[in-house]
């Protein structure tokens, strides 16, 4: 008994240095970490923050998007008019929209995205329903952001989730073939984006960041400037169509994809996620990429043999030449889009829309997504709760030949405002089909009246042409660098143009632009103009109540007293201004409604006690409501104050007049 306690002692003693040379650095870490954040070391990475005009509302963090850059030099735009209430009201339904940039709405912004159009929709269908549509999409983000977003933000009560992603998913932040790779294995990045919110951990990455900068001084982060976001982003760029990568990224969105499904299963919210879809007719493939380069010399000249065949309208001998080009060599793009054009020719448009398809499946540099991942949308639809939203299938549908090309795209992937507006009304139909916030007011007038609410004016079309026509300046576009936004001018620019540049350049805000806009049109007598810059402020933040009083005034103005009056009561119930109640008391006296007038017009004078004018506007009110004596009251106190007070001879004559008439 006594050599076997002998030996247990040793043993214990064993087994407790071990426990504590293992729980040494977990300790360590632990107060690291403590440490840390009591010193506000790093960054907290919120996904909402308080709405900087309201904060009554949260809003998209600005940097949100740094997380998803591990060279921490990319800051990728966000919503920033977007803001929902910190607390949400019963018997509302609050949604979430995930995806790129196309998701965010480039190259238009705020109103002309699909989320800011689907919000009108939605308030069309469900009057009665307090809506709320935060857009957390974001340009060059892949599906890892979309799922690491997704699963954070049950303490924000979701009710239902909107998808629209995949492009991304090579050349976006954590894409496989992007400059900002942290490889291919879907573990490895989730885990990263899990050890990212630890302060210790974003210590230990700067700390390597900073060595690997040192040691490797020609790395060439995406970063924020030179060049466009497209071009910096772009790593390998030529990726065969039966590369390994291709099938890769397509499992990861699927995996991605499936995890939000569960975790959408898990906490009671709805998924939609929508098809992803692209400029098939009229965007050529980017790149070639081939089997082997024995053979390309032959065919480059069986390719310079079909277009000449098809700028000669000589389709049969294009085909021809373009059949053997693909017995040389299957894998280039430009094969099945030069077949295309000579099939759509010949009207045969099911035979152009395949070879349109391959085109884009086949081209190397892979800015559309391939057709796996809308094969993995419908996947998870059939084995869980996602609503399949037909966003591709709705474009083909308006589209000549069912094939989507510059009627709806302007560029390679990122639709016009029809095509917004398309992909807005696919997801308003499957929210309404789908029951989940109840029955739906639908029917042709309610069309018509969301439709005339979308707020996209002059001006922010010139803002997005100037972004597009950058955009096309540079690679792949072109060889060339774009060069910087500073340089971009505009000969002769209308008004529009120049505060559209100013704001693309950020000198100045979306909301000034269109201040400045509406002022520039009001100068010019252009009421209705003005009335449609000041409709756009309201459409993106409809919180802010000063947009309304200016909208309100710019009504009264084109002689439409009632939609002024809407317009005001609107903006009041958020803010009671001395202005607005004046404006409301003067547009009921225009109406002839005296009674009316007169508690605005007090309200007015409560929130600026002494206001002369206002004194006036009551005094007239009252004696239009047959108030005699109140009326000479208050026209008694203005004079009392200022005897030369202008029109106050005409009121008092007025009033005796009145009196004398009374005694007869």
Request: hydrophobic content about 40%.
């Amino acid at each position: 008994m006594t050599k076997k306690t002998k030996s247990a002692a040793p043993l214990k003693n064993e087994w407790l240095i071990r426990l504590a040379l293992v729980a040494a650095p977990l300790l360590l870490l632990l107060l690291l970490e403590g440490g840390l954040r009591m010193l506000d070391y790093g960054e907290s990475f919120e996904i909402l923050v308080p709405f900087q005009s309201d904060t009554n509302y949260l809003a998209v963090n600005p940097a949100l998007g740094q997380r998803y850059f591990p060279a921490g030099q990319v800051t990728p735009e966000v919503a920033l008019t977007d803001a929902i209430l910190k607390e949400k009201p019963q018997d509302s339904y609050r949604i979430f929209v995930l995806g790129g940039s196309t998701a965010a709405g480039y190259p238009y912004q705020y109103n002309g995205s699909f989320p800011s159009i689907l919000k009108l929709i939605l308030k069309a269908y469900y009057p009665n329903k307090h809506i709320e549509i935060m857009n957390l999409a974001m340009p060059a983000v892949s599906s890892y952001t979309v799922r690491e977003i997704a699963l954070s933000l049950a303490e924000y009560q979701p009710d239902a989730y909107i998808i629209y992603a995949g492009h991304n998913e090579f050349y976006g932040g954590l894409g496989i073939a992007s400059t900002e790779s942290l490889g291919q294995s879907r573990w490895f990045v989730n885990t990263y984006l899990k050890l990212r919110h630890y302060r210790s951990f974003q210590l230990f990455r700067g700390l390597f960041n900073g060595l690997r900068g040192l040691i490797f001084s020609d790395s060439k982060p995406a970063g924020n400037n030179g060049g466009t976001l497209m071009a910096r982003m772009a790593g390998k760029r030529s990726i065969p169509y039966n590369a390994p990568e291709v099938r890769l990224a397509a499992t990861n969105f699927q995996g991605n994809l499936q995890d939000i499904a569960e975790f959408c299963q898990a906490n009671n919210i709805e998924l939609f996620a929508g098809s992803v879809v692209s400029n098939l007719r009229d965007q050529p493939p980017f790149v070639n990429s081939f089997a082997e380069e024995v053979g390309k010399d032959a065919w480059h000249s069986k390719i310079q043999t079909a277009a000449s065949a098809i700028n000669e309208q000589n389709y049969s001998a294009a085909l021809s030449a373009i059949s053997d080009a693909v017995k040389l060599d299957s894998l280039a793009a430009t094969q099945y889009f030069l077949r295309a054009r000579a099939q759509l020719a010949i009207a045969d448009t099911a035979a152009a829309y395949q070879s349109y398809l391959r085109a884009k499946d086949y081209d190397g540099l892979r800015f559309r997504a391939t057709e796996h991942i809308n094969q993995a949308v419908r996947a998870i639809a059939e084995s869980s709760e996602l609503h399949y939203v037909p966003v591709k299938e709705r474009f083909q549908a308006a589209s000549p030949g069912k094939i989507p090309g510059n009627n709806l795209f302007l560029e390679h992937l990122h639709p016009n405002l029809p095509g917004y507006r398309l992909m807005a009304e696919a997801f308003a139909e499957a929210i309404a089909e789908s029951g989940i916030i109840g029955p739906a007011r639908r029917g042709s007038a309610i069309d018509a009246s969301w439709r005339k609410q979308i707020g996209v004016t002059r001006v922010d079309l010139e803002f997005a042409k100037i972004r597009i026509d950058f955009l096309k300046r540079g690679w792949p576009f072109t060889d060339k660098s774009p060069g910087a936004k500073s340089d971009v001018q505009i000969p002769n620019a209308s008004k529009e143009q120049e505060l559209a540049l100013r704001f693309w350049q950020n000198e100045l805000s979306w909301e000034k632009m269109h201040v400045e806009m509406a002022r520039h049109y009001e100068k010019a007598n252009n009421w209705p103009a003005a009335a449609r810059e000041y409709q756009a402020l309201i459409t993106a933040t409809p919180m802010n109540a000063s947009p309304y009083t200016f909208m309100a005034r710019a009504l009264m103005r084109m002689q439409r007293p009632a939609q002024a009056l809407a317009a005001l009561k609107a903006g009041m119930q958020l803010e009671k201004t001395a202005y607005a109640s004046q404006l409301a008391g003067t547009i009921h006296m225009m109406m002839q409604q005296a009674p009316a007038a007169i508690p605005y017009f007090r309200e007015s004078l409560q929130l600026k006690p002494g206001d002369l004018d206002v004194m006036f506007k009551l005094a007239e009110a009252h004696v239009f409501n047959g108030d005699l004596d109140s009326g000479e009251s208050l026209l008694r106190e203005i004079l009392s104050n200022r005897p030369d007070y202008p029109r106050s001879k005409e009121l008092a004559a007025f009033i005796e007049s009145k009196r004398q008439s009374r005694k007869k």
